[in-house]
Nanobody, 121 residues
């Protein structure tokens, strides 16, 4: 159907920065909301940030002012610029998108495989 390929994770020291990317490919009719979620060990998956086709953004309280989400609709790609990283940002980050496939009517939730972000103190 569709594939979501994430990149940009890694290990960084506290205060550092990383940029995550996620590109969607496949039988895409349209993409609505795109976003990033994260899940730390023993924790529930939580919203980091999301962005609509028109550019309206939503952020989790813990990342406001530090992270910025953006998207390139022509490239079916969503980005997450993470600045001022803290050890508590350590988690697996997952790309998410509401994707409508070609010749279908209803979008469905598509997920990437996850990319590890580790922040050392």
């Amino acid at each position: 159907q569709v594939q979501l390929v994430e990149s940009g994770g890694g290990l960084v020291q506290a205060g550092g920065r990383l940029r995550l990317s996620c590109t969607i490919s496949g039988r895409i009719g349209s993409i609505n909301v795109m976003g990033w979620y994260r899940q730390a060990p023993g924790e529930q998956r939580e919203l980091v940030a999301s962005i609509t086709t028109g550019g309206r953004t939503t952020y989790g309280d813990s990342v406001k002012g530090r992270f910025t989400i953006s998207r390139d609709n022509a490239k079916n790609t969503v980005y997450l610029q993470m600045n001022g990283l803290k050890p508590e940002d350590t988690a697996v980050y997952y790309c998410n998108a509401a994707v409508r496939l070609i010749n279908t009517y209803n979008p469905y939730d598509a997920w990437g495989q996850g990319t590890q972000v580790s922040v050392s103190s």
